[in-house]
Structures are given as structure tokens and as C-alpha cells.
């Protein structure tokens, strides 16, 4: 059995600012799996949370074999006692979209967690872009409706990056001790 739980955030290019991103602040968490979960090999809670639905959640239930796993985009392979996790290239316009990512390899009773963001557009019939923040947990076996949430992976990667361009906000440097408690203006020769 192996049980997949993908949380996405989901906000389109005019909710960039950060009254909106206060908004969706902390939106990017596991939940709770719902209680009644079919029997399959591959079990799947996909949850949507969209700037468009005001940001309630939509749960989602999939059941079926490991080819199932490619609606939420990822590859499952078995490998003698493990189950291989590689996420299927994406249709994002950034990060731009590769060959199939290796994530993990989960032993039996092992949980992995993938975290990733994307910027996406629609046609060139509609060019509008929107964006979707992910964390995927993969679980070797049933856990605790409450696992993905309060639990600790035993693989965990995370491959977030700067969706609006640039390298990512420039880091604050402290000020000098020298300078501290100083007014005035600092001026540089």
C-alpha cells in the first residue's frame, strides 16, 4: 500500500502582493487524511486550496495502481523491498520542465516529503500566469490519519525557488555594532 497525500496552494499573478501572500501564509501544510480511505495498491488524497474558491480547500480521493500516482505527478517504481519516487516532468514555465526528478527511495513504514512551487501559464490563446505551491507526503504503508501532519519524514527535499524572478530577496545585514544606536545620516567615501 502506499498512501500519497499532495497539498497544493494555487494563486493567480494579481494576488502576488503581500496582502495576498498573508493570506495564503501557512496554506502549504499537510492535512488530516479524510477517514474512510478505499483499499488499493496506490491511495491518493489530492487537496486543492485556490485563490479563486477563496482559498477553501478541495479533498479529492483516488485509488487504483501505481500508474495512478501520475495524476498527481509523480512516478512510482518498485525496487525489491522499496518503492522509487520520481516526480514527472511538469507543463511549468518555472522552474522550466525537465526529464523525470528522482525524490526518493522509501524502505516499508517510511514517509517522504517533497515540497516544490511552479509558475505556470495558460495558452498562448490566454496568457495568464498563476502559481502553485506544493507539498507532497509518500508514505511505504498506512499511517495515522494525523502522520503527514504532525510526523517526521525520513526523506525530505525541498525544491522551492523564487518564482518572480531575480535571485530572491537580498539578505538584511545588521548593522554594524560600531553603528548601532548611531542617527544620522552614514556617509560612504
Known sequence: MILIQRVRVRWPA??????????????????ALPRELPEAEVVIHDVLVDEADGYAPRHEVLAGSPGRAHAVGLWLSRREVTVGVDRL???????????STHLFALAPGQV???????????????????????????SHGWVDRDHFERGQPERDLDHRVHLYGGTGRPARRPCPPALSGVSGTLVRP
Do not use: M
Not at 494579481?14 to 492535512?31: E, H, I, K, S
Open 89 to 99: 516532468p511538469t507543463w511549468a514555465a518555472y522552474p522550466h520542465p525537465r526529464a
Open 14 to 31: 494579481a494576488a502576488r502582493g503581500a496582502p495576498a501572500a498573508n493570506a495564503r501564509r501557512g496554506l502549504n501544510q499537510p492535512v
Open 112 to 138: 517522504g516529503r517533497y515540497r516544490a512551487n511552479f509558475r505556470f501559464t495558460g495558452c498562448s490563446c490566454s496568457p495568464s500566469w498563476y502559481f502553485e505551491d506544493w507539498v507532497v507526503h509518500v
